[in-house]
Each structure stands twice: as C-alpha cells, then as structure tokens.
C-alpha cells in the first residue's frame, strides 16, 4: 500500500504539527547548555511557543517581538558547529511555530493580511 505522506501529513492538525517540531527542537537545546546566552533564548523562545500550542493567548506578533532578535543575536555568535547546528534546529522550530500562529491570527482576524 503506497502513503501519500503530504496528505496524511495534512491531516494532521497544525497545532500538533507544530508541537512536534518544537519536541524535535528541545531535543538540541541540551547542545546550547554551555552557552548560557544562547541556552537561555532557546529555552525562552521554545516555552513561548509551547504556550501558543496550549492556548489562544500568544499570538504571532507576540513571538516576534520577544524571540526574533535574540534567537538571531545568539545564533550568529556561535562558532561550535554542534552549538551552530543545534540553535538552527530551534530556530528552524521556532519559526515554523511563528509562521503557524500568523496563520492563525489572520483566520481569527487579529491581524490583517500584508
């Protein structure tokens, strides 16, 4: 029997896909612990997140504003390829989850298209 793996994937509903992601993300946070910066904006960019997936109080715009700047500050310190690698994949995760809670506030109207 042949899966369509994209349809089964959209099956899946978004909050449970990005829950996830963000699982796989935590995975690589243990990587960041001797980079107290870094440690600490993924832990708090990644808890911000897993409050979006809990509830309908985070929005986008809310991530955003607390996560973006210093997940980038962070990530572009680093020079170990495994802390490198590892801040990529929470970064990666974390993004996924912004781009999703857009989506989100866009469906409920709190915020307009463009």
Known sequence: MKYDLMRVIENVPVRARVAFTLALAGKAIPALEGNAPAFKAAQNALAQCWQW?????????????????????????????????????????FYYAMWQAFRHDLEVNRVNEG
Do not use: F
């Open 53 to 93: 997936v809990e509830d309908d109080e985070v929005e986008g715009i809310d991530l955003y504003r607390n996560h973006v700047e210093s997940l980038a500050v962070q990530g572009s310190q680093l020079s170990d390829d495994v802390e490198s690698m590892s801040m990529s994949a929470v970064i990666s995760a």
